[in-house]
């Protein structure tokens, strides 16, 4: 057998015909009929009351949050120190110091515990990810931005379909964002979205993805003419690419149940290994659904979790780690006010295994894949 790829996008025929039907069309850039229908799709995924806005990437919606957000300098986010450099890079972009949360040892998650202690005057934001889709304590997260006026941002990359206590993931902080990348459940190859649970946030979200101009009201007969009236860029999803999104969208619910049953196998032939080995599988709260988006596991220590990467890799098993805490950073040295030690996310950084995981993974390539795994030693 070949090698098992880490990930492996899902596409069908109907990606390809959405794409002719997009080209057809001659309505290529954003703002057209599948960026329209995307954009429905997706909030009657999430529920409904909120508004949607598709971006060029996940980044670029955490970009359009902190301008909305009207930082200033020595304005502080509040970040975990486990997450991809986008989650801060957005907001130092705009003028802001990061701090640095440190993660829980059983979800990974922001620990919502330390969060009071970080919250200083220069406090705005504070920006949870759901890692693996698996969602974070919104509750006290919320409670705790609401007592201190705060605006919470989800960054939803890894968390659509996601629920926290029934509610979609996305839709209980003030904003949210998601990624389409190649990586994700859903994908077009690079895109993502704002969420607006906000109201008031809307309009100057549309101005801001049309390069800072009131475009859009003209086009709605708002105004006679558009003018530059705000801060911006080219942040708008090409309908080509929305096109495939659609696609996507349609038939989430088979790609959901093919994730589902893929990871409940790994959990399955696993689970007893890993509790004779001091592995630890991932852990999903009860008040949490997750929408089986990847799946890791945390090895008793580096020296192992090197060995064993190469060892799998050797063997045609395209494992990985995940992020390096962005408190070690050179940049999250240079942009962050706090010195805080992040321990945990710097422990979890040193364990974590991801293994091949994606839609269209085959019966056979998990089996080699967990094959390889019940044969390591150590």
């Known amino acids: 057998m070949e090698k098992v790829p880490f990930n492996r996008p899902s596409m069908s025929s109907d990606e390809l015909l959405h794409i002719e039907q997009s080209i057809a069309s001659r309505e290529l850039s954003g ?8 954009q429905s799709l997706l909030k009657k995924e999430l529920g409904g009351n909120c508004e949607v806005l598709l971006t060029t990437s996940c980044t670029h919606a955490l970009e359009v949050a902190a301008i909305l957000l009207n930082l200033q300098p020595g304005d502080e986010v509040i970040v975990p120190a486990f997450t991809f450099p986008s989650t801060a890079l957005a907001f130092v972009m705009h003028g802001a110091n990061v701090i640095f949360a440190d993660c829980r040892p059983d979800t990974l998650n922001l620990d919502e515990s330390l969060l009071e202690n970080l919250i200083t005057p220069n406090t705005r934001a504070i920006v949870p990810v759901h890692y693996a889709g698996i969602s974070c304590d919104m509750d006290k997260i919320m409670d705790l ?3 201190y006026d705060l605006i919470v941002i989800e960054d939803n990359a ?10 979609s993931l996305g839709t209980i902080g003030h904003l949210a964002t998601q990624s389409f990348h ?55 999803l090409a309908d080509l690419l929305a096109s495939m999104l659609c696609a996507q969208l349609k038939r989430a619910k088979k790609i959901q149940n093919s994730r589902e049953k893929a990871w409940n196998l790994y959990y399955e032939k696993l689970e007893y290994w890993a509790s004779n080995n001091n592995v630890k599988l991932p852990f999903v709260p009860d008040e949490a659904y997750q929408p089986f988006h990847m799946f890791y596991l945390l090895v008793p220590d580096v020296e192992i979790r090197d060995s064993l990467l190469n ?12 992020y390096l805490p962005l408190n070690r950073s050179e940049m999250g040295r240079k942009f962050s006010t706090n010195s805080n030690s992040c321990s945990v996310a710097e422990d979890i950084s040193n364990r974590i295994i991801r293994l091949p995981f994606y839609t269209d993974i085959s019966l056979a390539e998990q089996e080699k894949v967990v094959s390889v795994v019940l044969e390591s030693k150590w």
């Open 31 to 38: 703002g057209g009929y599948f960026t329209r229908l995307a």
């Open 145 to 147: 931005a609401n007592s």
């Open 158 to 167: 890894h968390g659509l379909f996601g629920k926290y206590k029934n509610k």
């Open 182 to 236: 190649e990586t994700k459940n859903i994908t077009c190859g690079e895109g993502g979205a704002l969420i607006i649970n906000e109201k008031k946030f809307y309009e100057r979200a549309e101005i801001i993805l049309e390069k800072g101009t009131n475009r859009k009201r003209f086009f709605r007969g708002q105004v006679d003419k558009y003018s530059w009236v705000d801060k911006g860029s080219s942040y708008i």
């Open 311 to 322: 060892e799998w890799n050797s063997k045609g098993v395209n494992a990985v780690f995940h």
